[in-house]
């Protein structure tokens, strides 16, 4: 019995990981208002100098965001923007960038 309980949840923790990780599309837009000053309101960047948003993998996005929040990555333009954004915000980020059509 307990060999089954243990199993059951084995099988379950990816179900429920995926779950708590799904990201809020309507929250990331709120939040992205600071983001399309310079990735454009529907994450399309007017200028070759910053990357579109739009369409990028969700996996992406999470990655290279905490990687500018957490000093990884240094962009003294992109170190400010997301500095005190929590991992529910670049969650949420990333759910609604990924979820609009690419250019």
């Not at 099988?11 to 990735?39: M, Q, R, S, V």
């Not at 990555?73 to 609009?100: C, H, W």
């Amino acid at each position: 019995m307990k060999t089954q309980l243990i199993a059951a949840t084995l099988l379950a923790l990816p179900l429920l990981a995926g779950n708590a990780l799904a990201g809020d599309a309507a929250a990331g837009k709120t939040k992205a208002t600071t983001c399309i000053a310079c990735h454009g309101p529907q994450g399309i960047s007017p200028n070759d100098q910053w990357p579109n948003l739009a369409g990028q993998k969700k996996g992406y996005l999470v990655k290279q965001i905490k990687a500018f929040r957490d000093g990884e990555r240094e962009d003294p333009l992109m170190k400010p923007m997301v500095q005190n954004l929590t991992d529910e915000d670049i969650e949420n980020l990333a759910e609604y960038f990924s979820g609009l059509k690419g250019s």
